[in-house]
């Protein structure tokens, strides 16, 4: 891959500053000048630089002023002081714009790849409210939806025929659009089978196991699975390699806790609970993220490609509602062993109710599913926008993304929340520029294309300008779905925690009955680790850049969100998930307020210390997994825990000078000591440059194993769960497989890593 920059042509940011040993040039020709005919010539040229320069371990030219610009007005934003800056942020996001932003992205259908006046005009809006964007196009190869059936036959009859449609509903405009997505797995695979089929409860690792040990018959059916639990990939991936031909997910509306039609709430549109048509599409590839013909380089026009089987399905796939699963799961009533006789991951059931027994089958041979799934498989473009605010120091920039392309024409929720929040923190950075202001460090903005299929546009992304990135990026702020509930939730490399709480804690709620509290004190302040599931997988597990995913989630007493289906509309979100539109307002504050603490404040707001306690938090999950899997040798941990104590150890010591760095330049230099002012500056540079780099340290170039695009040995989705985060992957699954070689192997990359972190921050 070569060295590449994020933005093509125009508003390029260079990775490589040029590093001058010497002064620029003018500088260079009054030297050669003066050198011949005067002694002060010599103090102006050799010794007065060397005088004001701290005494470093870095080379010269490091600390050279004029090799890095000098912000004239460090430790202070330009144009306007950081309360100024706060202030814009904080009143400029409006309930009636960002009402109009949702309006829009949620008009018409924007697959990805299948909608290029979005990308046009996110750019034009971005444009107007004075951010320089471009939009970067990637070639990837990617499905789209032909035909599809789904029947139960009895012998020859046809018993039932799955519609595989959402019910158009009067009140809700975009489920009666002519041009709406069908119903169908991204990068699922064309077929056409008939065979008895089994249900398999969630089809998790464990639930097929649980089948095997119970002797059903596997090989030649089809699955009947319900969503949850795990990735619905890896339900069709398992599905796959037990022989199994094909597989069908449905919506249990178990999924819908209390909310739900047995418990008296009525239907959307009418109620808050699950329209019993309502359908969840969704990926099926693999857990490998990106375009699945380019694994770890970008998918430009001309690249060379790759069999992607190895990362998506072989098999035929559909999605469907419980309405469609209903007639299926009640003719295997009366066949094979009740689920409710397995273990107690294999009780519950949301339709009881309705009559099914939840009977694992086979179903007799002569009761069949017919599951037709064509479709088209091409290559074609798909469009990111990417806006910049250059900062005055080129090398630390903060990222901030959400994906654009939706599974439906709606997507009020899943992405366009996001997407309308994401334009009114733009809109108020560019209200900030109006009043002369330059961030510190470079601030870019991303709307992604092709999330949906498999995070394909920011990995591409990722891909092109990963030496930019790892050299440049202090941080990654995703927001995908943005506003589906009131309960705010987020997942973030520790790094970034105390900055979350420092601004939960700043923003007013919305929440009604808690007047006068911020988000922070009605939030449980429970941070998850990074797994999958959104546009950060690149920048975390691939390119170690410490990030974050935010938003309000539903919570249990909230109404339905219909994940990927029809019904995660605007109308939906105006009457139901967010009536007043604050809590869009609200995560746009909380993001433009995360993006600008990281921009402006002189010394990184990061954290060494949570990152290495949140090591010794994971090893000790670690080692309380391992007990279960080796039984007759205890593994030696001893290495793993010298080297996580020393890291925390060098961890507290590194925050404690942050600390104290901090109050020094809040307490500023009289501008006559101007050489003081400047030795700061770079002490300020030199940690930020450590903090900037720590999470780095944890790549491994090797990658995991059996999957090394996923390169962070602390982080990267669940081998089984896909979603959920796994810490320290390579060593439980060392564990998990019964290797004790392996574990020793990787508790061998971990501990390097640990001290090869532990010797930056020293
Ligand atoms: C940002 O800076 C780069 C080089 O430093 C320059 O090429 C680019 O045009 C600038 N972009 C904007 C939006 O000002
Ligand atoms: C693209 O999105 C716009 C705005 O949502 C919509 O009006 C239009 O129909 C979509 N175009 C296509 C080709 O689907
Ligand atoms: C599926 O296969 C069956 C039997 O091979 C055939 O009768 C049927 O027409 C096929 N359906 C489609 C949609 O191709
Ligand atoms: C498992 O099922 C097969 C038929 O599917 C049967 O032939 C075999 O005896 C069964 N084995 C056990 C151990 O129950
Ligand atoms: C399934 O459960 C029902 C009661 O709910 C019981 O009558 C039936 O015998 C059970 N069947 C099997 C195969 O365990
Ligand atoms: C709103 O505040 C009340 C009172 O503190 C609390 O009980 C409730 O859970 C909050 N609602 C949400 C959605 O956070
Ligand atoms: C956030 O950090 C700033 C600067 O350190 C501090 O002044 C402020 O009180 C903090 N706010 C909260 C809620 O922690
Ligand atoms: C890698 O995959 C192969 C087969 O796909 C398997 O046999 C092997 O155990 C895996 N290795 C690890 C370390 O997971
Ligand atoms: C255990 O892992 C080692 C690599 O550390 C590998 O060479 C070996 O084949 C693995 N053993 C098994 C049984 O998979
Ligand atoms: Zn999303």
């Not at 107690?344 to 002569?366: E, M, R």
Request: net charge negative; with cysteine; aromatic share 12%.
């Amino acid at each position: 891959m070569d060295e590449r920059t994020p933005l093509i042509s125009t508003v390029s940011v260079s990775r490589q500053q040029p590093r001058h040993p010497y002064p620029h040039k003018t500088f260079r020709r009054f030297c050669s000048i003066a050198l011949g005919s005067s002694l002060i010539a010599v103090v102006i040229c050799f010794l007065l630089p060397v005088a004001i320069l701290p005494r470093g371990h870095d080379s010269l030219s490091t600390y050279l002023p004029w090799s890095k610009p000098f912000p004239k007005s460090w430790p202070q934003s330009t144009g306007i002081t950081f309360a100024e800056l706060q202030e814009l942020l904080l009143n400029t996001p409006d309930e009636d714009k960002v009402r109009s932003w949702s309006e829009y992205y949620t008009a018409g259908p924007h697959l990805a790849g299948k909608n290029l006046s979005q990308a046009i005009w996110t750019r034009e809006r971005w444009e107007e409210f004075g951010v320089k964007s471009e939009i970067v196009a990637y070639d990837v190869y990617i499905n789209y939806p032909v035909s599809h059936r789904l029947a139960l036959l009895h012998g020859d009859k046809v018993k039932y025929e799955c519609s595989l449609e959402e019910d158009i509903l009067s009140e809700d405009p975009t489920t009666s659009l002519k041009d709406r997505i069908p119903t169908f797995h991204g990068y699922s695979a064309s077929g056409n089978v008939t065979a008895p089929y089994v249900y398999v409860n969630h089809g998790t690792f464990q639930d097929f196991k649980d089948l095997v040990a119970a002797n059903i018959s596997l090989s030649g059916k089809i699955a009947l699975a319900k969503y949850g639990g795990v990735f619905r990939g890896l339900k069709v991936k398992r599905a796959q390699e037990l022989g199994m031909v094909g597989a069908v997910i449905y919506s249990d509306p178990e999924e819908d806790g209390e909310i739900t039609e047995e418990n008296g709430y009525k239907p959307y549109p009418d109620g808050p609970a699950r329209n019993p048509s309502s359908v969840q599409r969704g990926s099926v590839a693999g857990t490998l993220p990106g375009d699945p013909t380019t694994p770890g380089y970008p998918s430009k026009p001309g690249v060379p490609r790759v069999d992607p089987h190895n990362s998506i399905p072989k098999i035929p796939s559909l999605p469907i509602s419980y309405a469609d699963a209903l007639p299926l799961l009640k003719a295997l009533n009366g066949h094979g062993p009740n689920a409710s006789s397995f273990n107690k991951y294999w009780q519950g059931g949301g339709l009881g109710y309705k009559g099914v027994k939840y009977n694992i089958g086979p179903s007799p041979d002569s009761v069949v599913l017919n599951l037709v799934n064509e479709q088209e498989y091409v290559t074609t473009p798909l469009w990111n926008v990417i806006g910049v605010i250059n900062g005055t120091i080129p090398d630390e920039v903060i990222v901030l993304g959400n994906h654009r392309d939706a599974w439906i024409a709606g997507g009020a929720g899943d992405p366009n929340s996001g997407s309308a929040a994401l334009n009114e923190v733009i809109r108020s950075f560019g209200e900030a520029l109006k009043s002369g202001w330059k961030p510190f460090r470079t601030i870019v903005f991303a709307s992604w294309d092709g999330e949906e299929y498999g995070l394909v546009g920011s990995t591409e992304w990722v891909e092109e300008f990963l030496p930019w990135l790892s050299a440049s990026t202090v941080a990654y702020l995703n927001v995908d779905v943005g506003t589906r509930g009131q309960h705010f939730t987020a997942a973030a490399s520790p790094l970034l925690n105390a900055l979350i709480y420092n601004v939960t804690g700043s923003i007013q709620s919305p929440n009604q009955t808690t007047k006068g509290q911020t988000v922070g004190d009605i939030w449980d302040g429970a941070i998850r680790t990074m797994g999958s599931g959104s546009d950060f997988t690149a920048f975390q597990d691939f390119a170690g850049i410490p990030s974050l995913d935010l938003g309000f989630s539903a919570g249990p007493k909230d109404a339905v969100y219909h994940y990927h289906s029809n019904y995660d509309s605007f109308h939906w979100m105006d009457s139901y998930g967010d009536k007043d539109w604050h809590y869009h307002v609200t995560i746009t504050k909380i993001w433009a307020l995360l993006a600008a603490t990281l921009s402006e404040t002189p010394v990184l707001p990061l954290s060494a210390k949570d990152y290495a306690n949140g090591l010794e938090k994971y090893l000790n999950d670690v080692k309380k997994r391992s007990e279960q899997y080796t039984t007759s040798v205890s593994f030696d941990f001893h290495d793993l825990d010298k080297a996580t104590t020393k890291l925390q150890e060098a961890a507290a010591r590194f925050d404690a000078y942050t600390a104290e760095l901090k109050e020094r330049v809040g307490e500023g230099v009289p501008w006559w000591k101007w050489w003081k002012k400047v030795k700061l500056y770079y002490e300020v540079r030199k940690v930020n440059t450590k903090y900037k780099t720590l999470e780095r340290q944890f790549l491994y170039p090797g990658g995991l194993d059996n999957r090394s695009w996923f390169k962070h040995v602390v982080f990267a989705p669940g081998r089984w769960t896909g979603y959920a985060g796994a810490t320290f992957p390579g060593l439980v699954e060392s564990f998990e497989d019964g290797n004790t070689t392996n574990a020793l192997r990787w508790s061998g990359i971990i501990t390097e890593r640990l001290n090869t972190a532990t010797t930056l921050l020293d």
